[in-house]
T-cell receptor, first 113, second 109 residues
Framework: DGGITQSPKYLFRKEGQNVTLSCEQN?????MYWYRQDPGQGLRLIYY???????QKGDIAEGYSVSREKKESFPLTVTSAQKNPTAFYLC????????????FGQGTRLTVV | QKEVEQNSGPLSVPEGAIASLNCTYS??????FFWYRQYSGKSPELIMF????GDKEDGRFTAQLNKASQYVSLLIRDSQPSDSATYLC?????????FGTGTRLKVLA
């Protein structure tokens, strides 16, 4: 089955901790994205990558970091510098970033405890 | 700042009626437009995409694009209670997507 897998589905972070959210796709898509969604809000772009070993900051990159060492994988680290990390995090991929449709994983809900 | 604007709603329609969802965008360079449906607590699911001016139909859904007016719409015919969700409009940017904040649709049984 082709698709985008995010894990874990739910994640709890203590104050001051770094946590990493996983995103894997087997669609052979070049472009991958991370979005943050807060209750009742739209999607805000954190980071995106068009190709392996290259990525760009989105609108709200502060306090987050990413890597793209493999085409299939685009993990997101929420660092302790992100002061309000509680949100729903969505990973997406696209064959041709921005020009063709993007497909989303099932999301990770991160809560600070 | 390139933007996509949507009325947040809720838009309430009776079961069996046509629901009309609208979206405007600011970047004249946008070439592709997408409609996603998002149920509460779930991830967005692609419904339709449109690249050319005019209408594009897929089952009960019709997307309409008017590039001169920078306007995109989604019509849902024979609305069902299961269509109750938030509908996100997105426009293509340079290698990325610009999302609106979504319109919440409620179909009343």
């Amino acid at each position: 089955d082709g698709g985008i897998t995010q894990s874990p589905k739910y994640l709890f972070r203590k104050e001051g901790q770094n946590v990493t959210l996983s995103c894997e796709q087997n669609l052979n898509h070049d472009a991958m994205y991370w979005y943050r969604q807060d209750p009742g809000q739209g999607l805000r772009l954190i980071y995106y990558s068009q190709i392996v070993n290259d990525f760009q900051k989105g609108d709200i990159a502060e306090g987050y970091s990413v890597s793209r060492e493999k085409k299939e994988s685009f993990p997101l680290t929420v660092t302790s510098a992100q002061k309000n990390p509680t949100a729903f995090y969505l990973c997406a991929s696209s064959p041709q970033g921005g020009y063709t449709e993007a497909f989303f994983g099932q999301g990770t809900r991160l809560t600070v405890v | 700042q390139k933007e996509v604007e949507q009325n947040s709603g809720p838009l309430s329609v009776p079961e069996g009626a046509i629901a009309s969802l609208n979206c405007t965008y600011s970047d004249r360079g946008s070439q592709s437009f997408f409609w996603y449906r998002q149920y509460s607590g779930k991830s967005p699911e692609l419904i339709m995409f449109i690249y050319s001016n005019g209408d594009k139909e897929d089952g009960r859904f019709t997307a309409q694009l008017n590039k001169a007016s920078q306007y995109v719409s989604l019509l849902i015919r024979d609305s069902q209670p299961s269509d109750s969700a938030t509908y996100l409009c997105a426009a293509s940017g340079t290698y990325k997507y610009i999302f609106g904040t979504g319109t919440r649709l409620k179909v009343l049984a």
